[in-house]
């Protein structure tokens, strides 16, 4: 009997249509994969074996009964915990939304389940997804499947853990900085941050709300890209919700390179970027070229600046957004307080982390009488510029071609300031900041076997032109591989 863990979401979707596998049967082998792999991995902070196994026999039912099934019938899928579920405990990853089970699904879950998928479960991530290495978590660190002693990126660490060693066949993130993207990288699978609007955020637990954006992980293009035509679309429950129709992305994967012209932003290739970086980069531009595409030089003069733009405007959009988190109107409520001020006090301080605390001091600050013009403000106008950048580069190409992240995977415990974790959106961040598309393909591995990704930015709402070029690259790197089960020795 083959492992159906090991084959496409596309792939059992097909399967479970045609007769040839029952989603009860591949739920099963996923719920397995999950009970032999988490314990050592930590993607899950819950799992709904019930609830997963009546959704798949509810597939098979309407199948049974001749019903039409939709895009991803019987394909079992993880849900970053920043990402509501009916029923389901959603925490964030912290003690503050601890035992929260939401009375409604985020318009993103409603999409899959109406496409047949079925939910396995909450994935970890940093707490309200701040973070870039998964161990920012209230309750359990995640592991890079790939060696157990690194991190496996963040801040949706459980979403693309999960799919590196297959224990679910899709799953859902958030991308607020690159946090789809640079786990992606880390853990050698695909990541796919829509354009800003494209996919609702109804039902995401705010960070930022003018960067967060729900995308999919995945372990082929052609998976990210079915995954993204189900939940796109627009919702009018989202104020920032693009009208316009689902992308048709799974008709674009064969269009090919040919004719496409790609940039290289010198800026994203600084001389001290890591070699096994470098190669992965020069890699992909070599695929693209021998595919057809023309690589052209292009220029963000404005990156340098994006950075800390960046850490201004989402802490400031974080300090307002969990204000809400006061022990009175939501969340986690501190016991016996001797009066107003120490309810609020104590049930912040005892509901929040480290980082998300360290977040929501630097919003306040910048947002204050006599920061704001010397920070937010010149913040919002730096970010102008970068989105400037990027429009004046796509009037000469297609997408830019660009690393990830500085480097592959540390070690765990390896970033002794916050400061050292913030340098690792440094290639990610303008993305958001411009509310653009961004993809995230493996592309080789290095001498230890760590995996490496480059990523591909678009102009809006043009995730088929990133589909297809990442399509190329996977081809010519092949698929991205399960990690290795049970894990190998430490590198």
Not at 366 to 385: C, F, M, N, P
Request: glycine share 10%; hydrophobic share 45%; with cysteine.
């Amino acid at each position: 009997m083959d492992d159906v863990t090991a084959l496409t979401a596309t792939t059992l979707a097909a399967d479970v249509r045609a007769g040839r596998r029952s989603a009860r049967t591949i739920t099963d082998a996923f719920l397995d994969r999950i009970a032999a792999t988490d314990g050592a991995i930590g993607a899950y902070l819950a799992v709904d074996v019930d609830g997963a196994r009546a959704a798949a026999d509810a597939v098979d039912a309407a199948r049974a009964r001749g019903e039409a099934l939709g895009p991803l019938a019987g394909v079992p899928v993880g849900v970053k915990d920043v990402i509501v579920t009916r029923d389901l405990v959603t925490t964030a990853a912290s003690k503050i939304l601890a035992g929260w089970r939401p009375p409604y699904d985020a318009t993103a879950v409603t999409r899959l389940r109406a496409a047949g998928a079925v939910v396995l479960g909450k994935l970890g991530c940093d707490e309200f997804a701040m973070g870039s290495t998964g161990e920012q978590s209230a309750w359990r660190a995640t592991a890079n499947p790939w060696d157990l002693a690194r991190v496996p990126g963040g801040s949706s660490s459980g979403s693309a853990a999960a799919m590196a060693v297959r224990s679910a066949a899709l799953t859902l993130g958030t991308d607020t900085g690159g946090s789809i993207r640079q786990p992606a990288a880390f853990c050698g699978v695909v990541g796919l941050k829509p354009t800003y609007g494209r996919v609702s955020r109804w039902g995401a637990i705010a960070y930022a709300s003018s960067l967060d954006q729900i995308g999919p992980l995945a372990a082929t293009v052609a998976d990210a890209a079915l995954a993204l035509e189900v939940i796109a679309g627009h919702d009018p429950r989202d104020a920032t919700s693009i009208d316009a129709p689902a992308p048709a992305l799974t008709a674009a994967l064969e269009r090919g390179v040919r004719g496409l012209r790609v940039g290289l932003p010198r800026e994203y290739l600084p001389d001290d970027l890591d070699p096994d970086v470098a190669a992965a980069v020069a890699r992909a531009r070599a695929i693209l070229a021998d595919a057809g595409a023309t690589i052209v030089d292009v220029s963000l003069p404005h990156t340098r600046y994006a950075l800390p733009a960046y850490y201004v405007i989402a802490p400031a959009e974080a300090a307002s957004n969990l204000s809400r988190y006061d022990g009175i109107r939501f969340g986690a409520r501190a016991k016996d307080p001797a009066d107003l001020d120490a309810l609020y006090a104590r049930s912040r301080g005892e509901g929040f982390g480290a980082e998300v605390i360290r977040r929501i001091m630097i919003g306040t600050y910048v947002l204050r009488a006599g920061s704001y013009d010397a920070y937010y403000r010149q913040a919002q106008q730096v970010r102008a510029l970068v989105r400037r950048d990027f429009d004046r580069a796509f009037a000469d190409v297609d997408c830019v071609l660009a690393p990830v992240a500085p480097t592959p995977a540390w070690l765990a415990g390896s970033t002794p300031t916050p400061l050292d974790m913030y340098r690792a959106d440094v290639f990610t961040l303008a993305c958001n900041l411009a509310g653009l598309p961004g993809l995230a393909v493996p592309c080789g591995a290095t001498a230890a076997g760590l995996p490496l990704g480059v990523q591909l930015m678009g102009r809006p709402l043009d995730e088929a032109t990133l589909c297809a070029a990442g399509q190329v690259i996977e081809r010519a790197t092949g698929p991205a591989p399960r990690a290795p089960w049970p894990p190998r020795e430490a590198a």
